[in-house]
C-alpha cells in the first residue's frame, strides 16, 4: 500500500492552517452582532457545513452517474466516501442551526426551509447506507447506490421549493415572515469576510477528508484482498 | 406469458412504437389477471387503508370544526402509507415467482417492464382510492367528489407510483425488503405529498386558484422529472 | 430614557455550537485515523503469517531434498 502522497501531506498542512485562520476570524476578526450577540458566531462554521454537506451530495449523484457509465470501481468508492463526509457535516449543520435557534427565536426548531430540507438531506443518506448494506452482490451495490444517489439528489431541490411555497402561505409565528430569512442579521464587511473564508476552509476540508477517506477504501480492499489470498492458498 | 411480449418488433415490425405499447399493455393485463384471481393487494390494501382512516379518527380531533383542515392530510397520508404495501407486494410478487427474469429475456426493452408494471400499481392505487374517497366522504360527511380533486390524486397518485415502482425494484432485491421501501421512498416523493395535500386542502376549502394552480404545477413538474428519471436509469436497476 | 441596547448575552450558546461542530469534526477525524491503524496492524499481521508459511514451506522443501 503505497505511503501518503506528498500532495496530500501538503494539503494537510494548508488545511489546518486555514482552519486555524477561520477560527481566528470567527472569534476575534469578525465583531460581535448587535442583536443576537455571540451566538450568531455559530452561523459561520453552520452555513459552511451545509455548504459541504450539500456539495458532498452532488459528488455523490455525479459519482454515481459516472460509475454506471464506466462501471470503474472508484467511482463507486468516491460517491461513498463522499456520503461518509456529507452525512457528518449535515449533522453538523443541523445541530449547529438548532443551538443558533434556540436564544435567537427561544425554541429548538424552525420549520425553516433550509434546516427540513437538511434534515431530509440526512436522512437520505441515511436510507442510502441502509440500500447498500442491505445487498450483497458488490456490483449490485454499486449500481442501485449509484441510481438512488442520483434519484435523491435531484428530489432535494425540489423538495426545498415545495417547503418554501408552503411557507409562503403559512408564514410561522416563531421566526420572520420571511421564509428565506433565517435569522436574518445585516453583515458588516468582516462578517462577510469571515463568511467567505469559512467557506473556503470548509471546502479544503471536504477535500482533504475526501482523499482520506478514498484512500481508506482502497487500502481497506487490499487488505481484503490479501486476507482472501492467505485463506485460499 | 402473453404473445406480444414473445415478438413485439416481428408483431410490430416497422411500428415499433405499437409493438412497445403493446408490450406495457400485456405486463398491464398480466397484474391485473392475476390480482382478479387472488385479490391479495387490493384487499390488503383496502382493509389497511380503512383500518388507518379509523386510528386517524381516534389520533386526531376529526370534528366538524377541523374536518375541512384535516381531511386532506389524512387522505394523502393513508394513501402514501397504503401504497407502500401495494408497491411492496406487486414488485415482490414479480422477484418471488422468477417473472422478472422471464420478462427480462424477453426481447422488449426494459423501459416498457417499468412502465408496465408502473402503470399496474397506479391502476392498483386509484382503484383503492375509488374505494377510499367515497368511504371517507360517507363517514365524515365531507364531499370529496370535486372534479380538480380527482385530478389531483391522479397527479399524485403519478408521482408516487413512477418514484415507488422504481424505488421497489431495487428494495425488493435486498435483505430487508421491507423496511426498505418506505425509507427510501418517503424523503424522495415528500413534495408530492405536501403539494397533493395543499392542492387538496385548497380545493376542499375553496382557496384562491393561483394557490391551488401553483402547487399543480408543481405536482406536474414532479412527475415529468421524474419519470423520465425513472425511464432512464431503470435499465441499470434490472441489468444482469 | 436614553440607553443603548446591548446584544443579548449568547455567550454560552456559542460555546454549545462550536463544541458540536469542533466535537463532531474531531470525531469523524479520529475514527479516520483508528481505522488506518488497525488496517496498519492487519497489514503487519498478514506479513508475519505470510512470512511465516514461506519459512515453512521453505523448510519443508530443504527437508524433502536433504533425504
Known sequence: MEPMPRALKALNWLTAALFLGALYMVFLYAPREAVMGDVQRVFYFHVSAGWVGAVAFLVTAIAGGIFLARRETKWDRLAMASVEIGMVFAFINIVSGAIWARPVWNTWWTWDPRLVTATIMELIYLAYLMLRQGIEDPDRRARFGSVYGIVAFISVPITFLSIRFFRTIHPVVIGSGDPTAEGAFDMTPRMLQAFMFSLLTFTFIYVTLLWHRIRLARMTEHVEQRRMQLTSA | ?240 | MIFQEAPAETFNYMILGYAVILGSMGLHVVSLLVRFRNLHRDLEVLDEVQAGEAAVTGSESRMRTSR
Open chain 2, 1 to 240: 406469458m402473453p404473445e406480444a411480449l414473445a415478438t413485439p418488433y416481428a408483431a410490430g415490425g416497422d411500428r415499433p412504437v405499437a409493438g412497445y405499447l403493446r408490450a406495457i399493455a400485456a405486463i398491464v393485463r398480466k397484474d391485473l389477471a392475476a390480482e382478479l384471481r387472488s385479490r391479495e393487494l387490493l384487499g390488503g390494501m383496502l382493509v389497511f387503508s380503512l383500518l388507518l382512516i379509523l386510528i386517524f379518527n381516534f389520533a386526531l380531533e376529526l370534528d366538524a370544526r377541523t374536518r375541512q383542515t384535516v381531511t386532506a392530510g389524512v387522505l394523502w397520508s393513508t394513501f402514501a402509507f397504503a401504497g407502500t404495501l401495494g408497491l411492496n407486494r406487486s414488485m415482490a410478487l414479480e422477484v418471488d415467482r422468477g417473472c422478472l427474469d422471464g420478462l427480462l429475456l424477453a426481447p422488449v426493452d426494459r423501459s416498457a417492464l417499468f412502465f408496465g408494471k408502473a402503470l399496474g400499481n397506479l391502476v392498483f392505487m386509484l382503484l383503492v382510492a375509488a374505494i377510499i374517497l367515497p368511504a371517507y366522504s360517507a363517514l365524515y360527511n365531507v364531499n370529496l367528489f370535486l372534479p380538480g380533486l380527482i385530478g389531483v390524486v391522479l397527479l399524485g397518485s403519478i408521482g408516487y407510483v413512477v418514484v415507488g415502482t422504481l424505488l421497489s425494484s431495487m428494495a425488493v432485491q435486498a435483505r430487508t425488503r421491507d423496511i426498505l421501501l418506505p425509507l427510501l421512498l418517503f424523503p424522495v416523493v415528500l413534495p408530492v405529498i405536501i403539494a397533493a395535500v395543499k392542492a387538496t386542502s385548497g380545493l376542499l376549502q375553496a382557496a384562491p386558484p393561483e394557490e391551488i394552480r401553483g402547487w399543480i404545477n408543481l405536482l406536474i413538474a414532479y412527475d415529468v422529472i421524474f419519470t423520465a428519471v425513472a425511464f432512464m436509469t431503470f435499465d441499470y436497476i434490472v441489468e444482469e
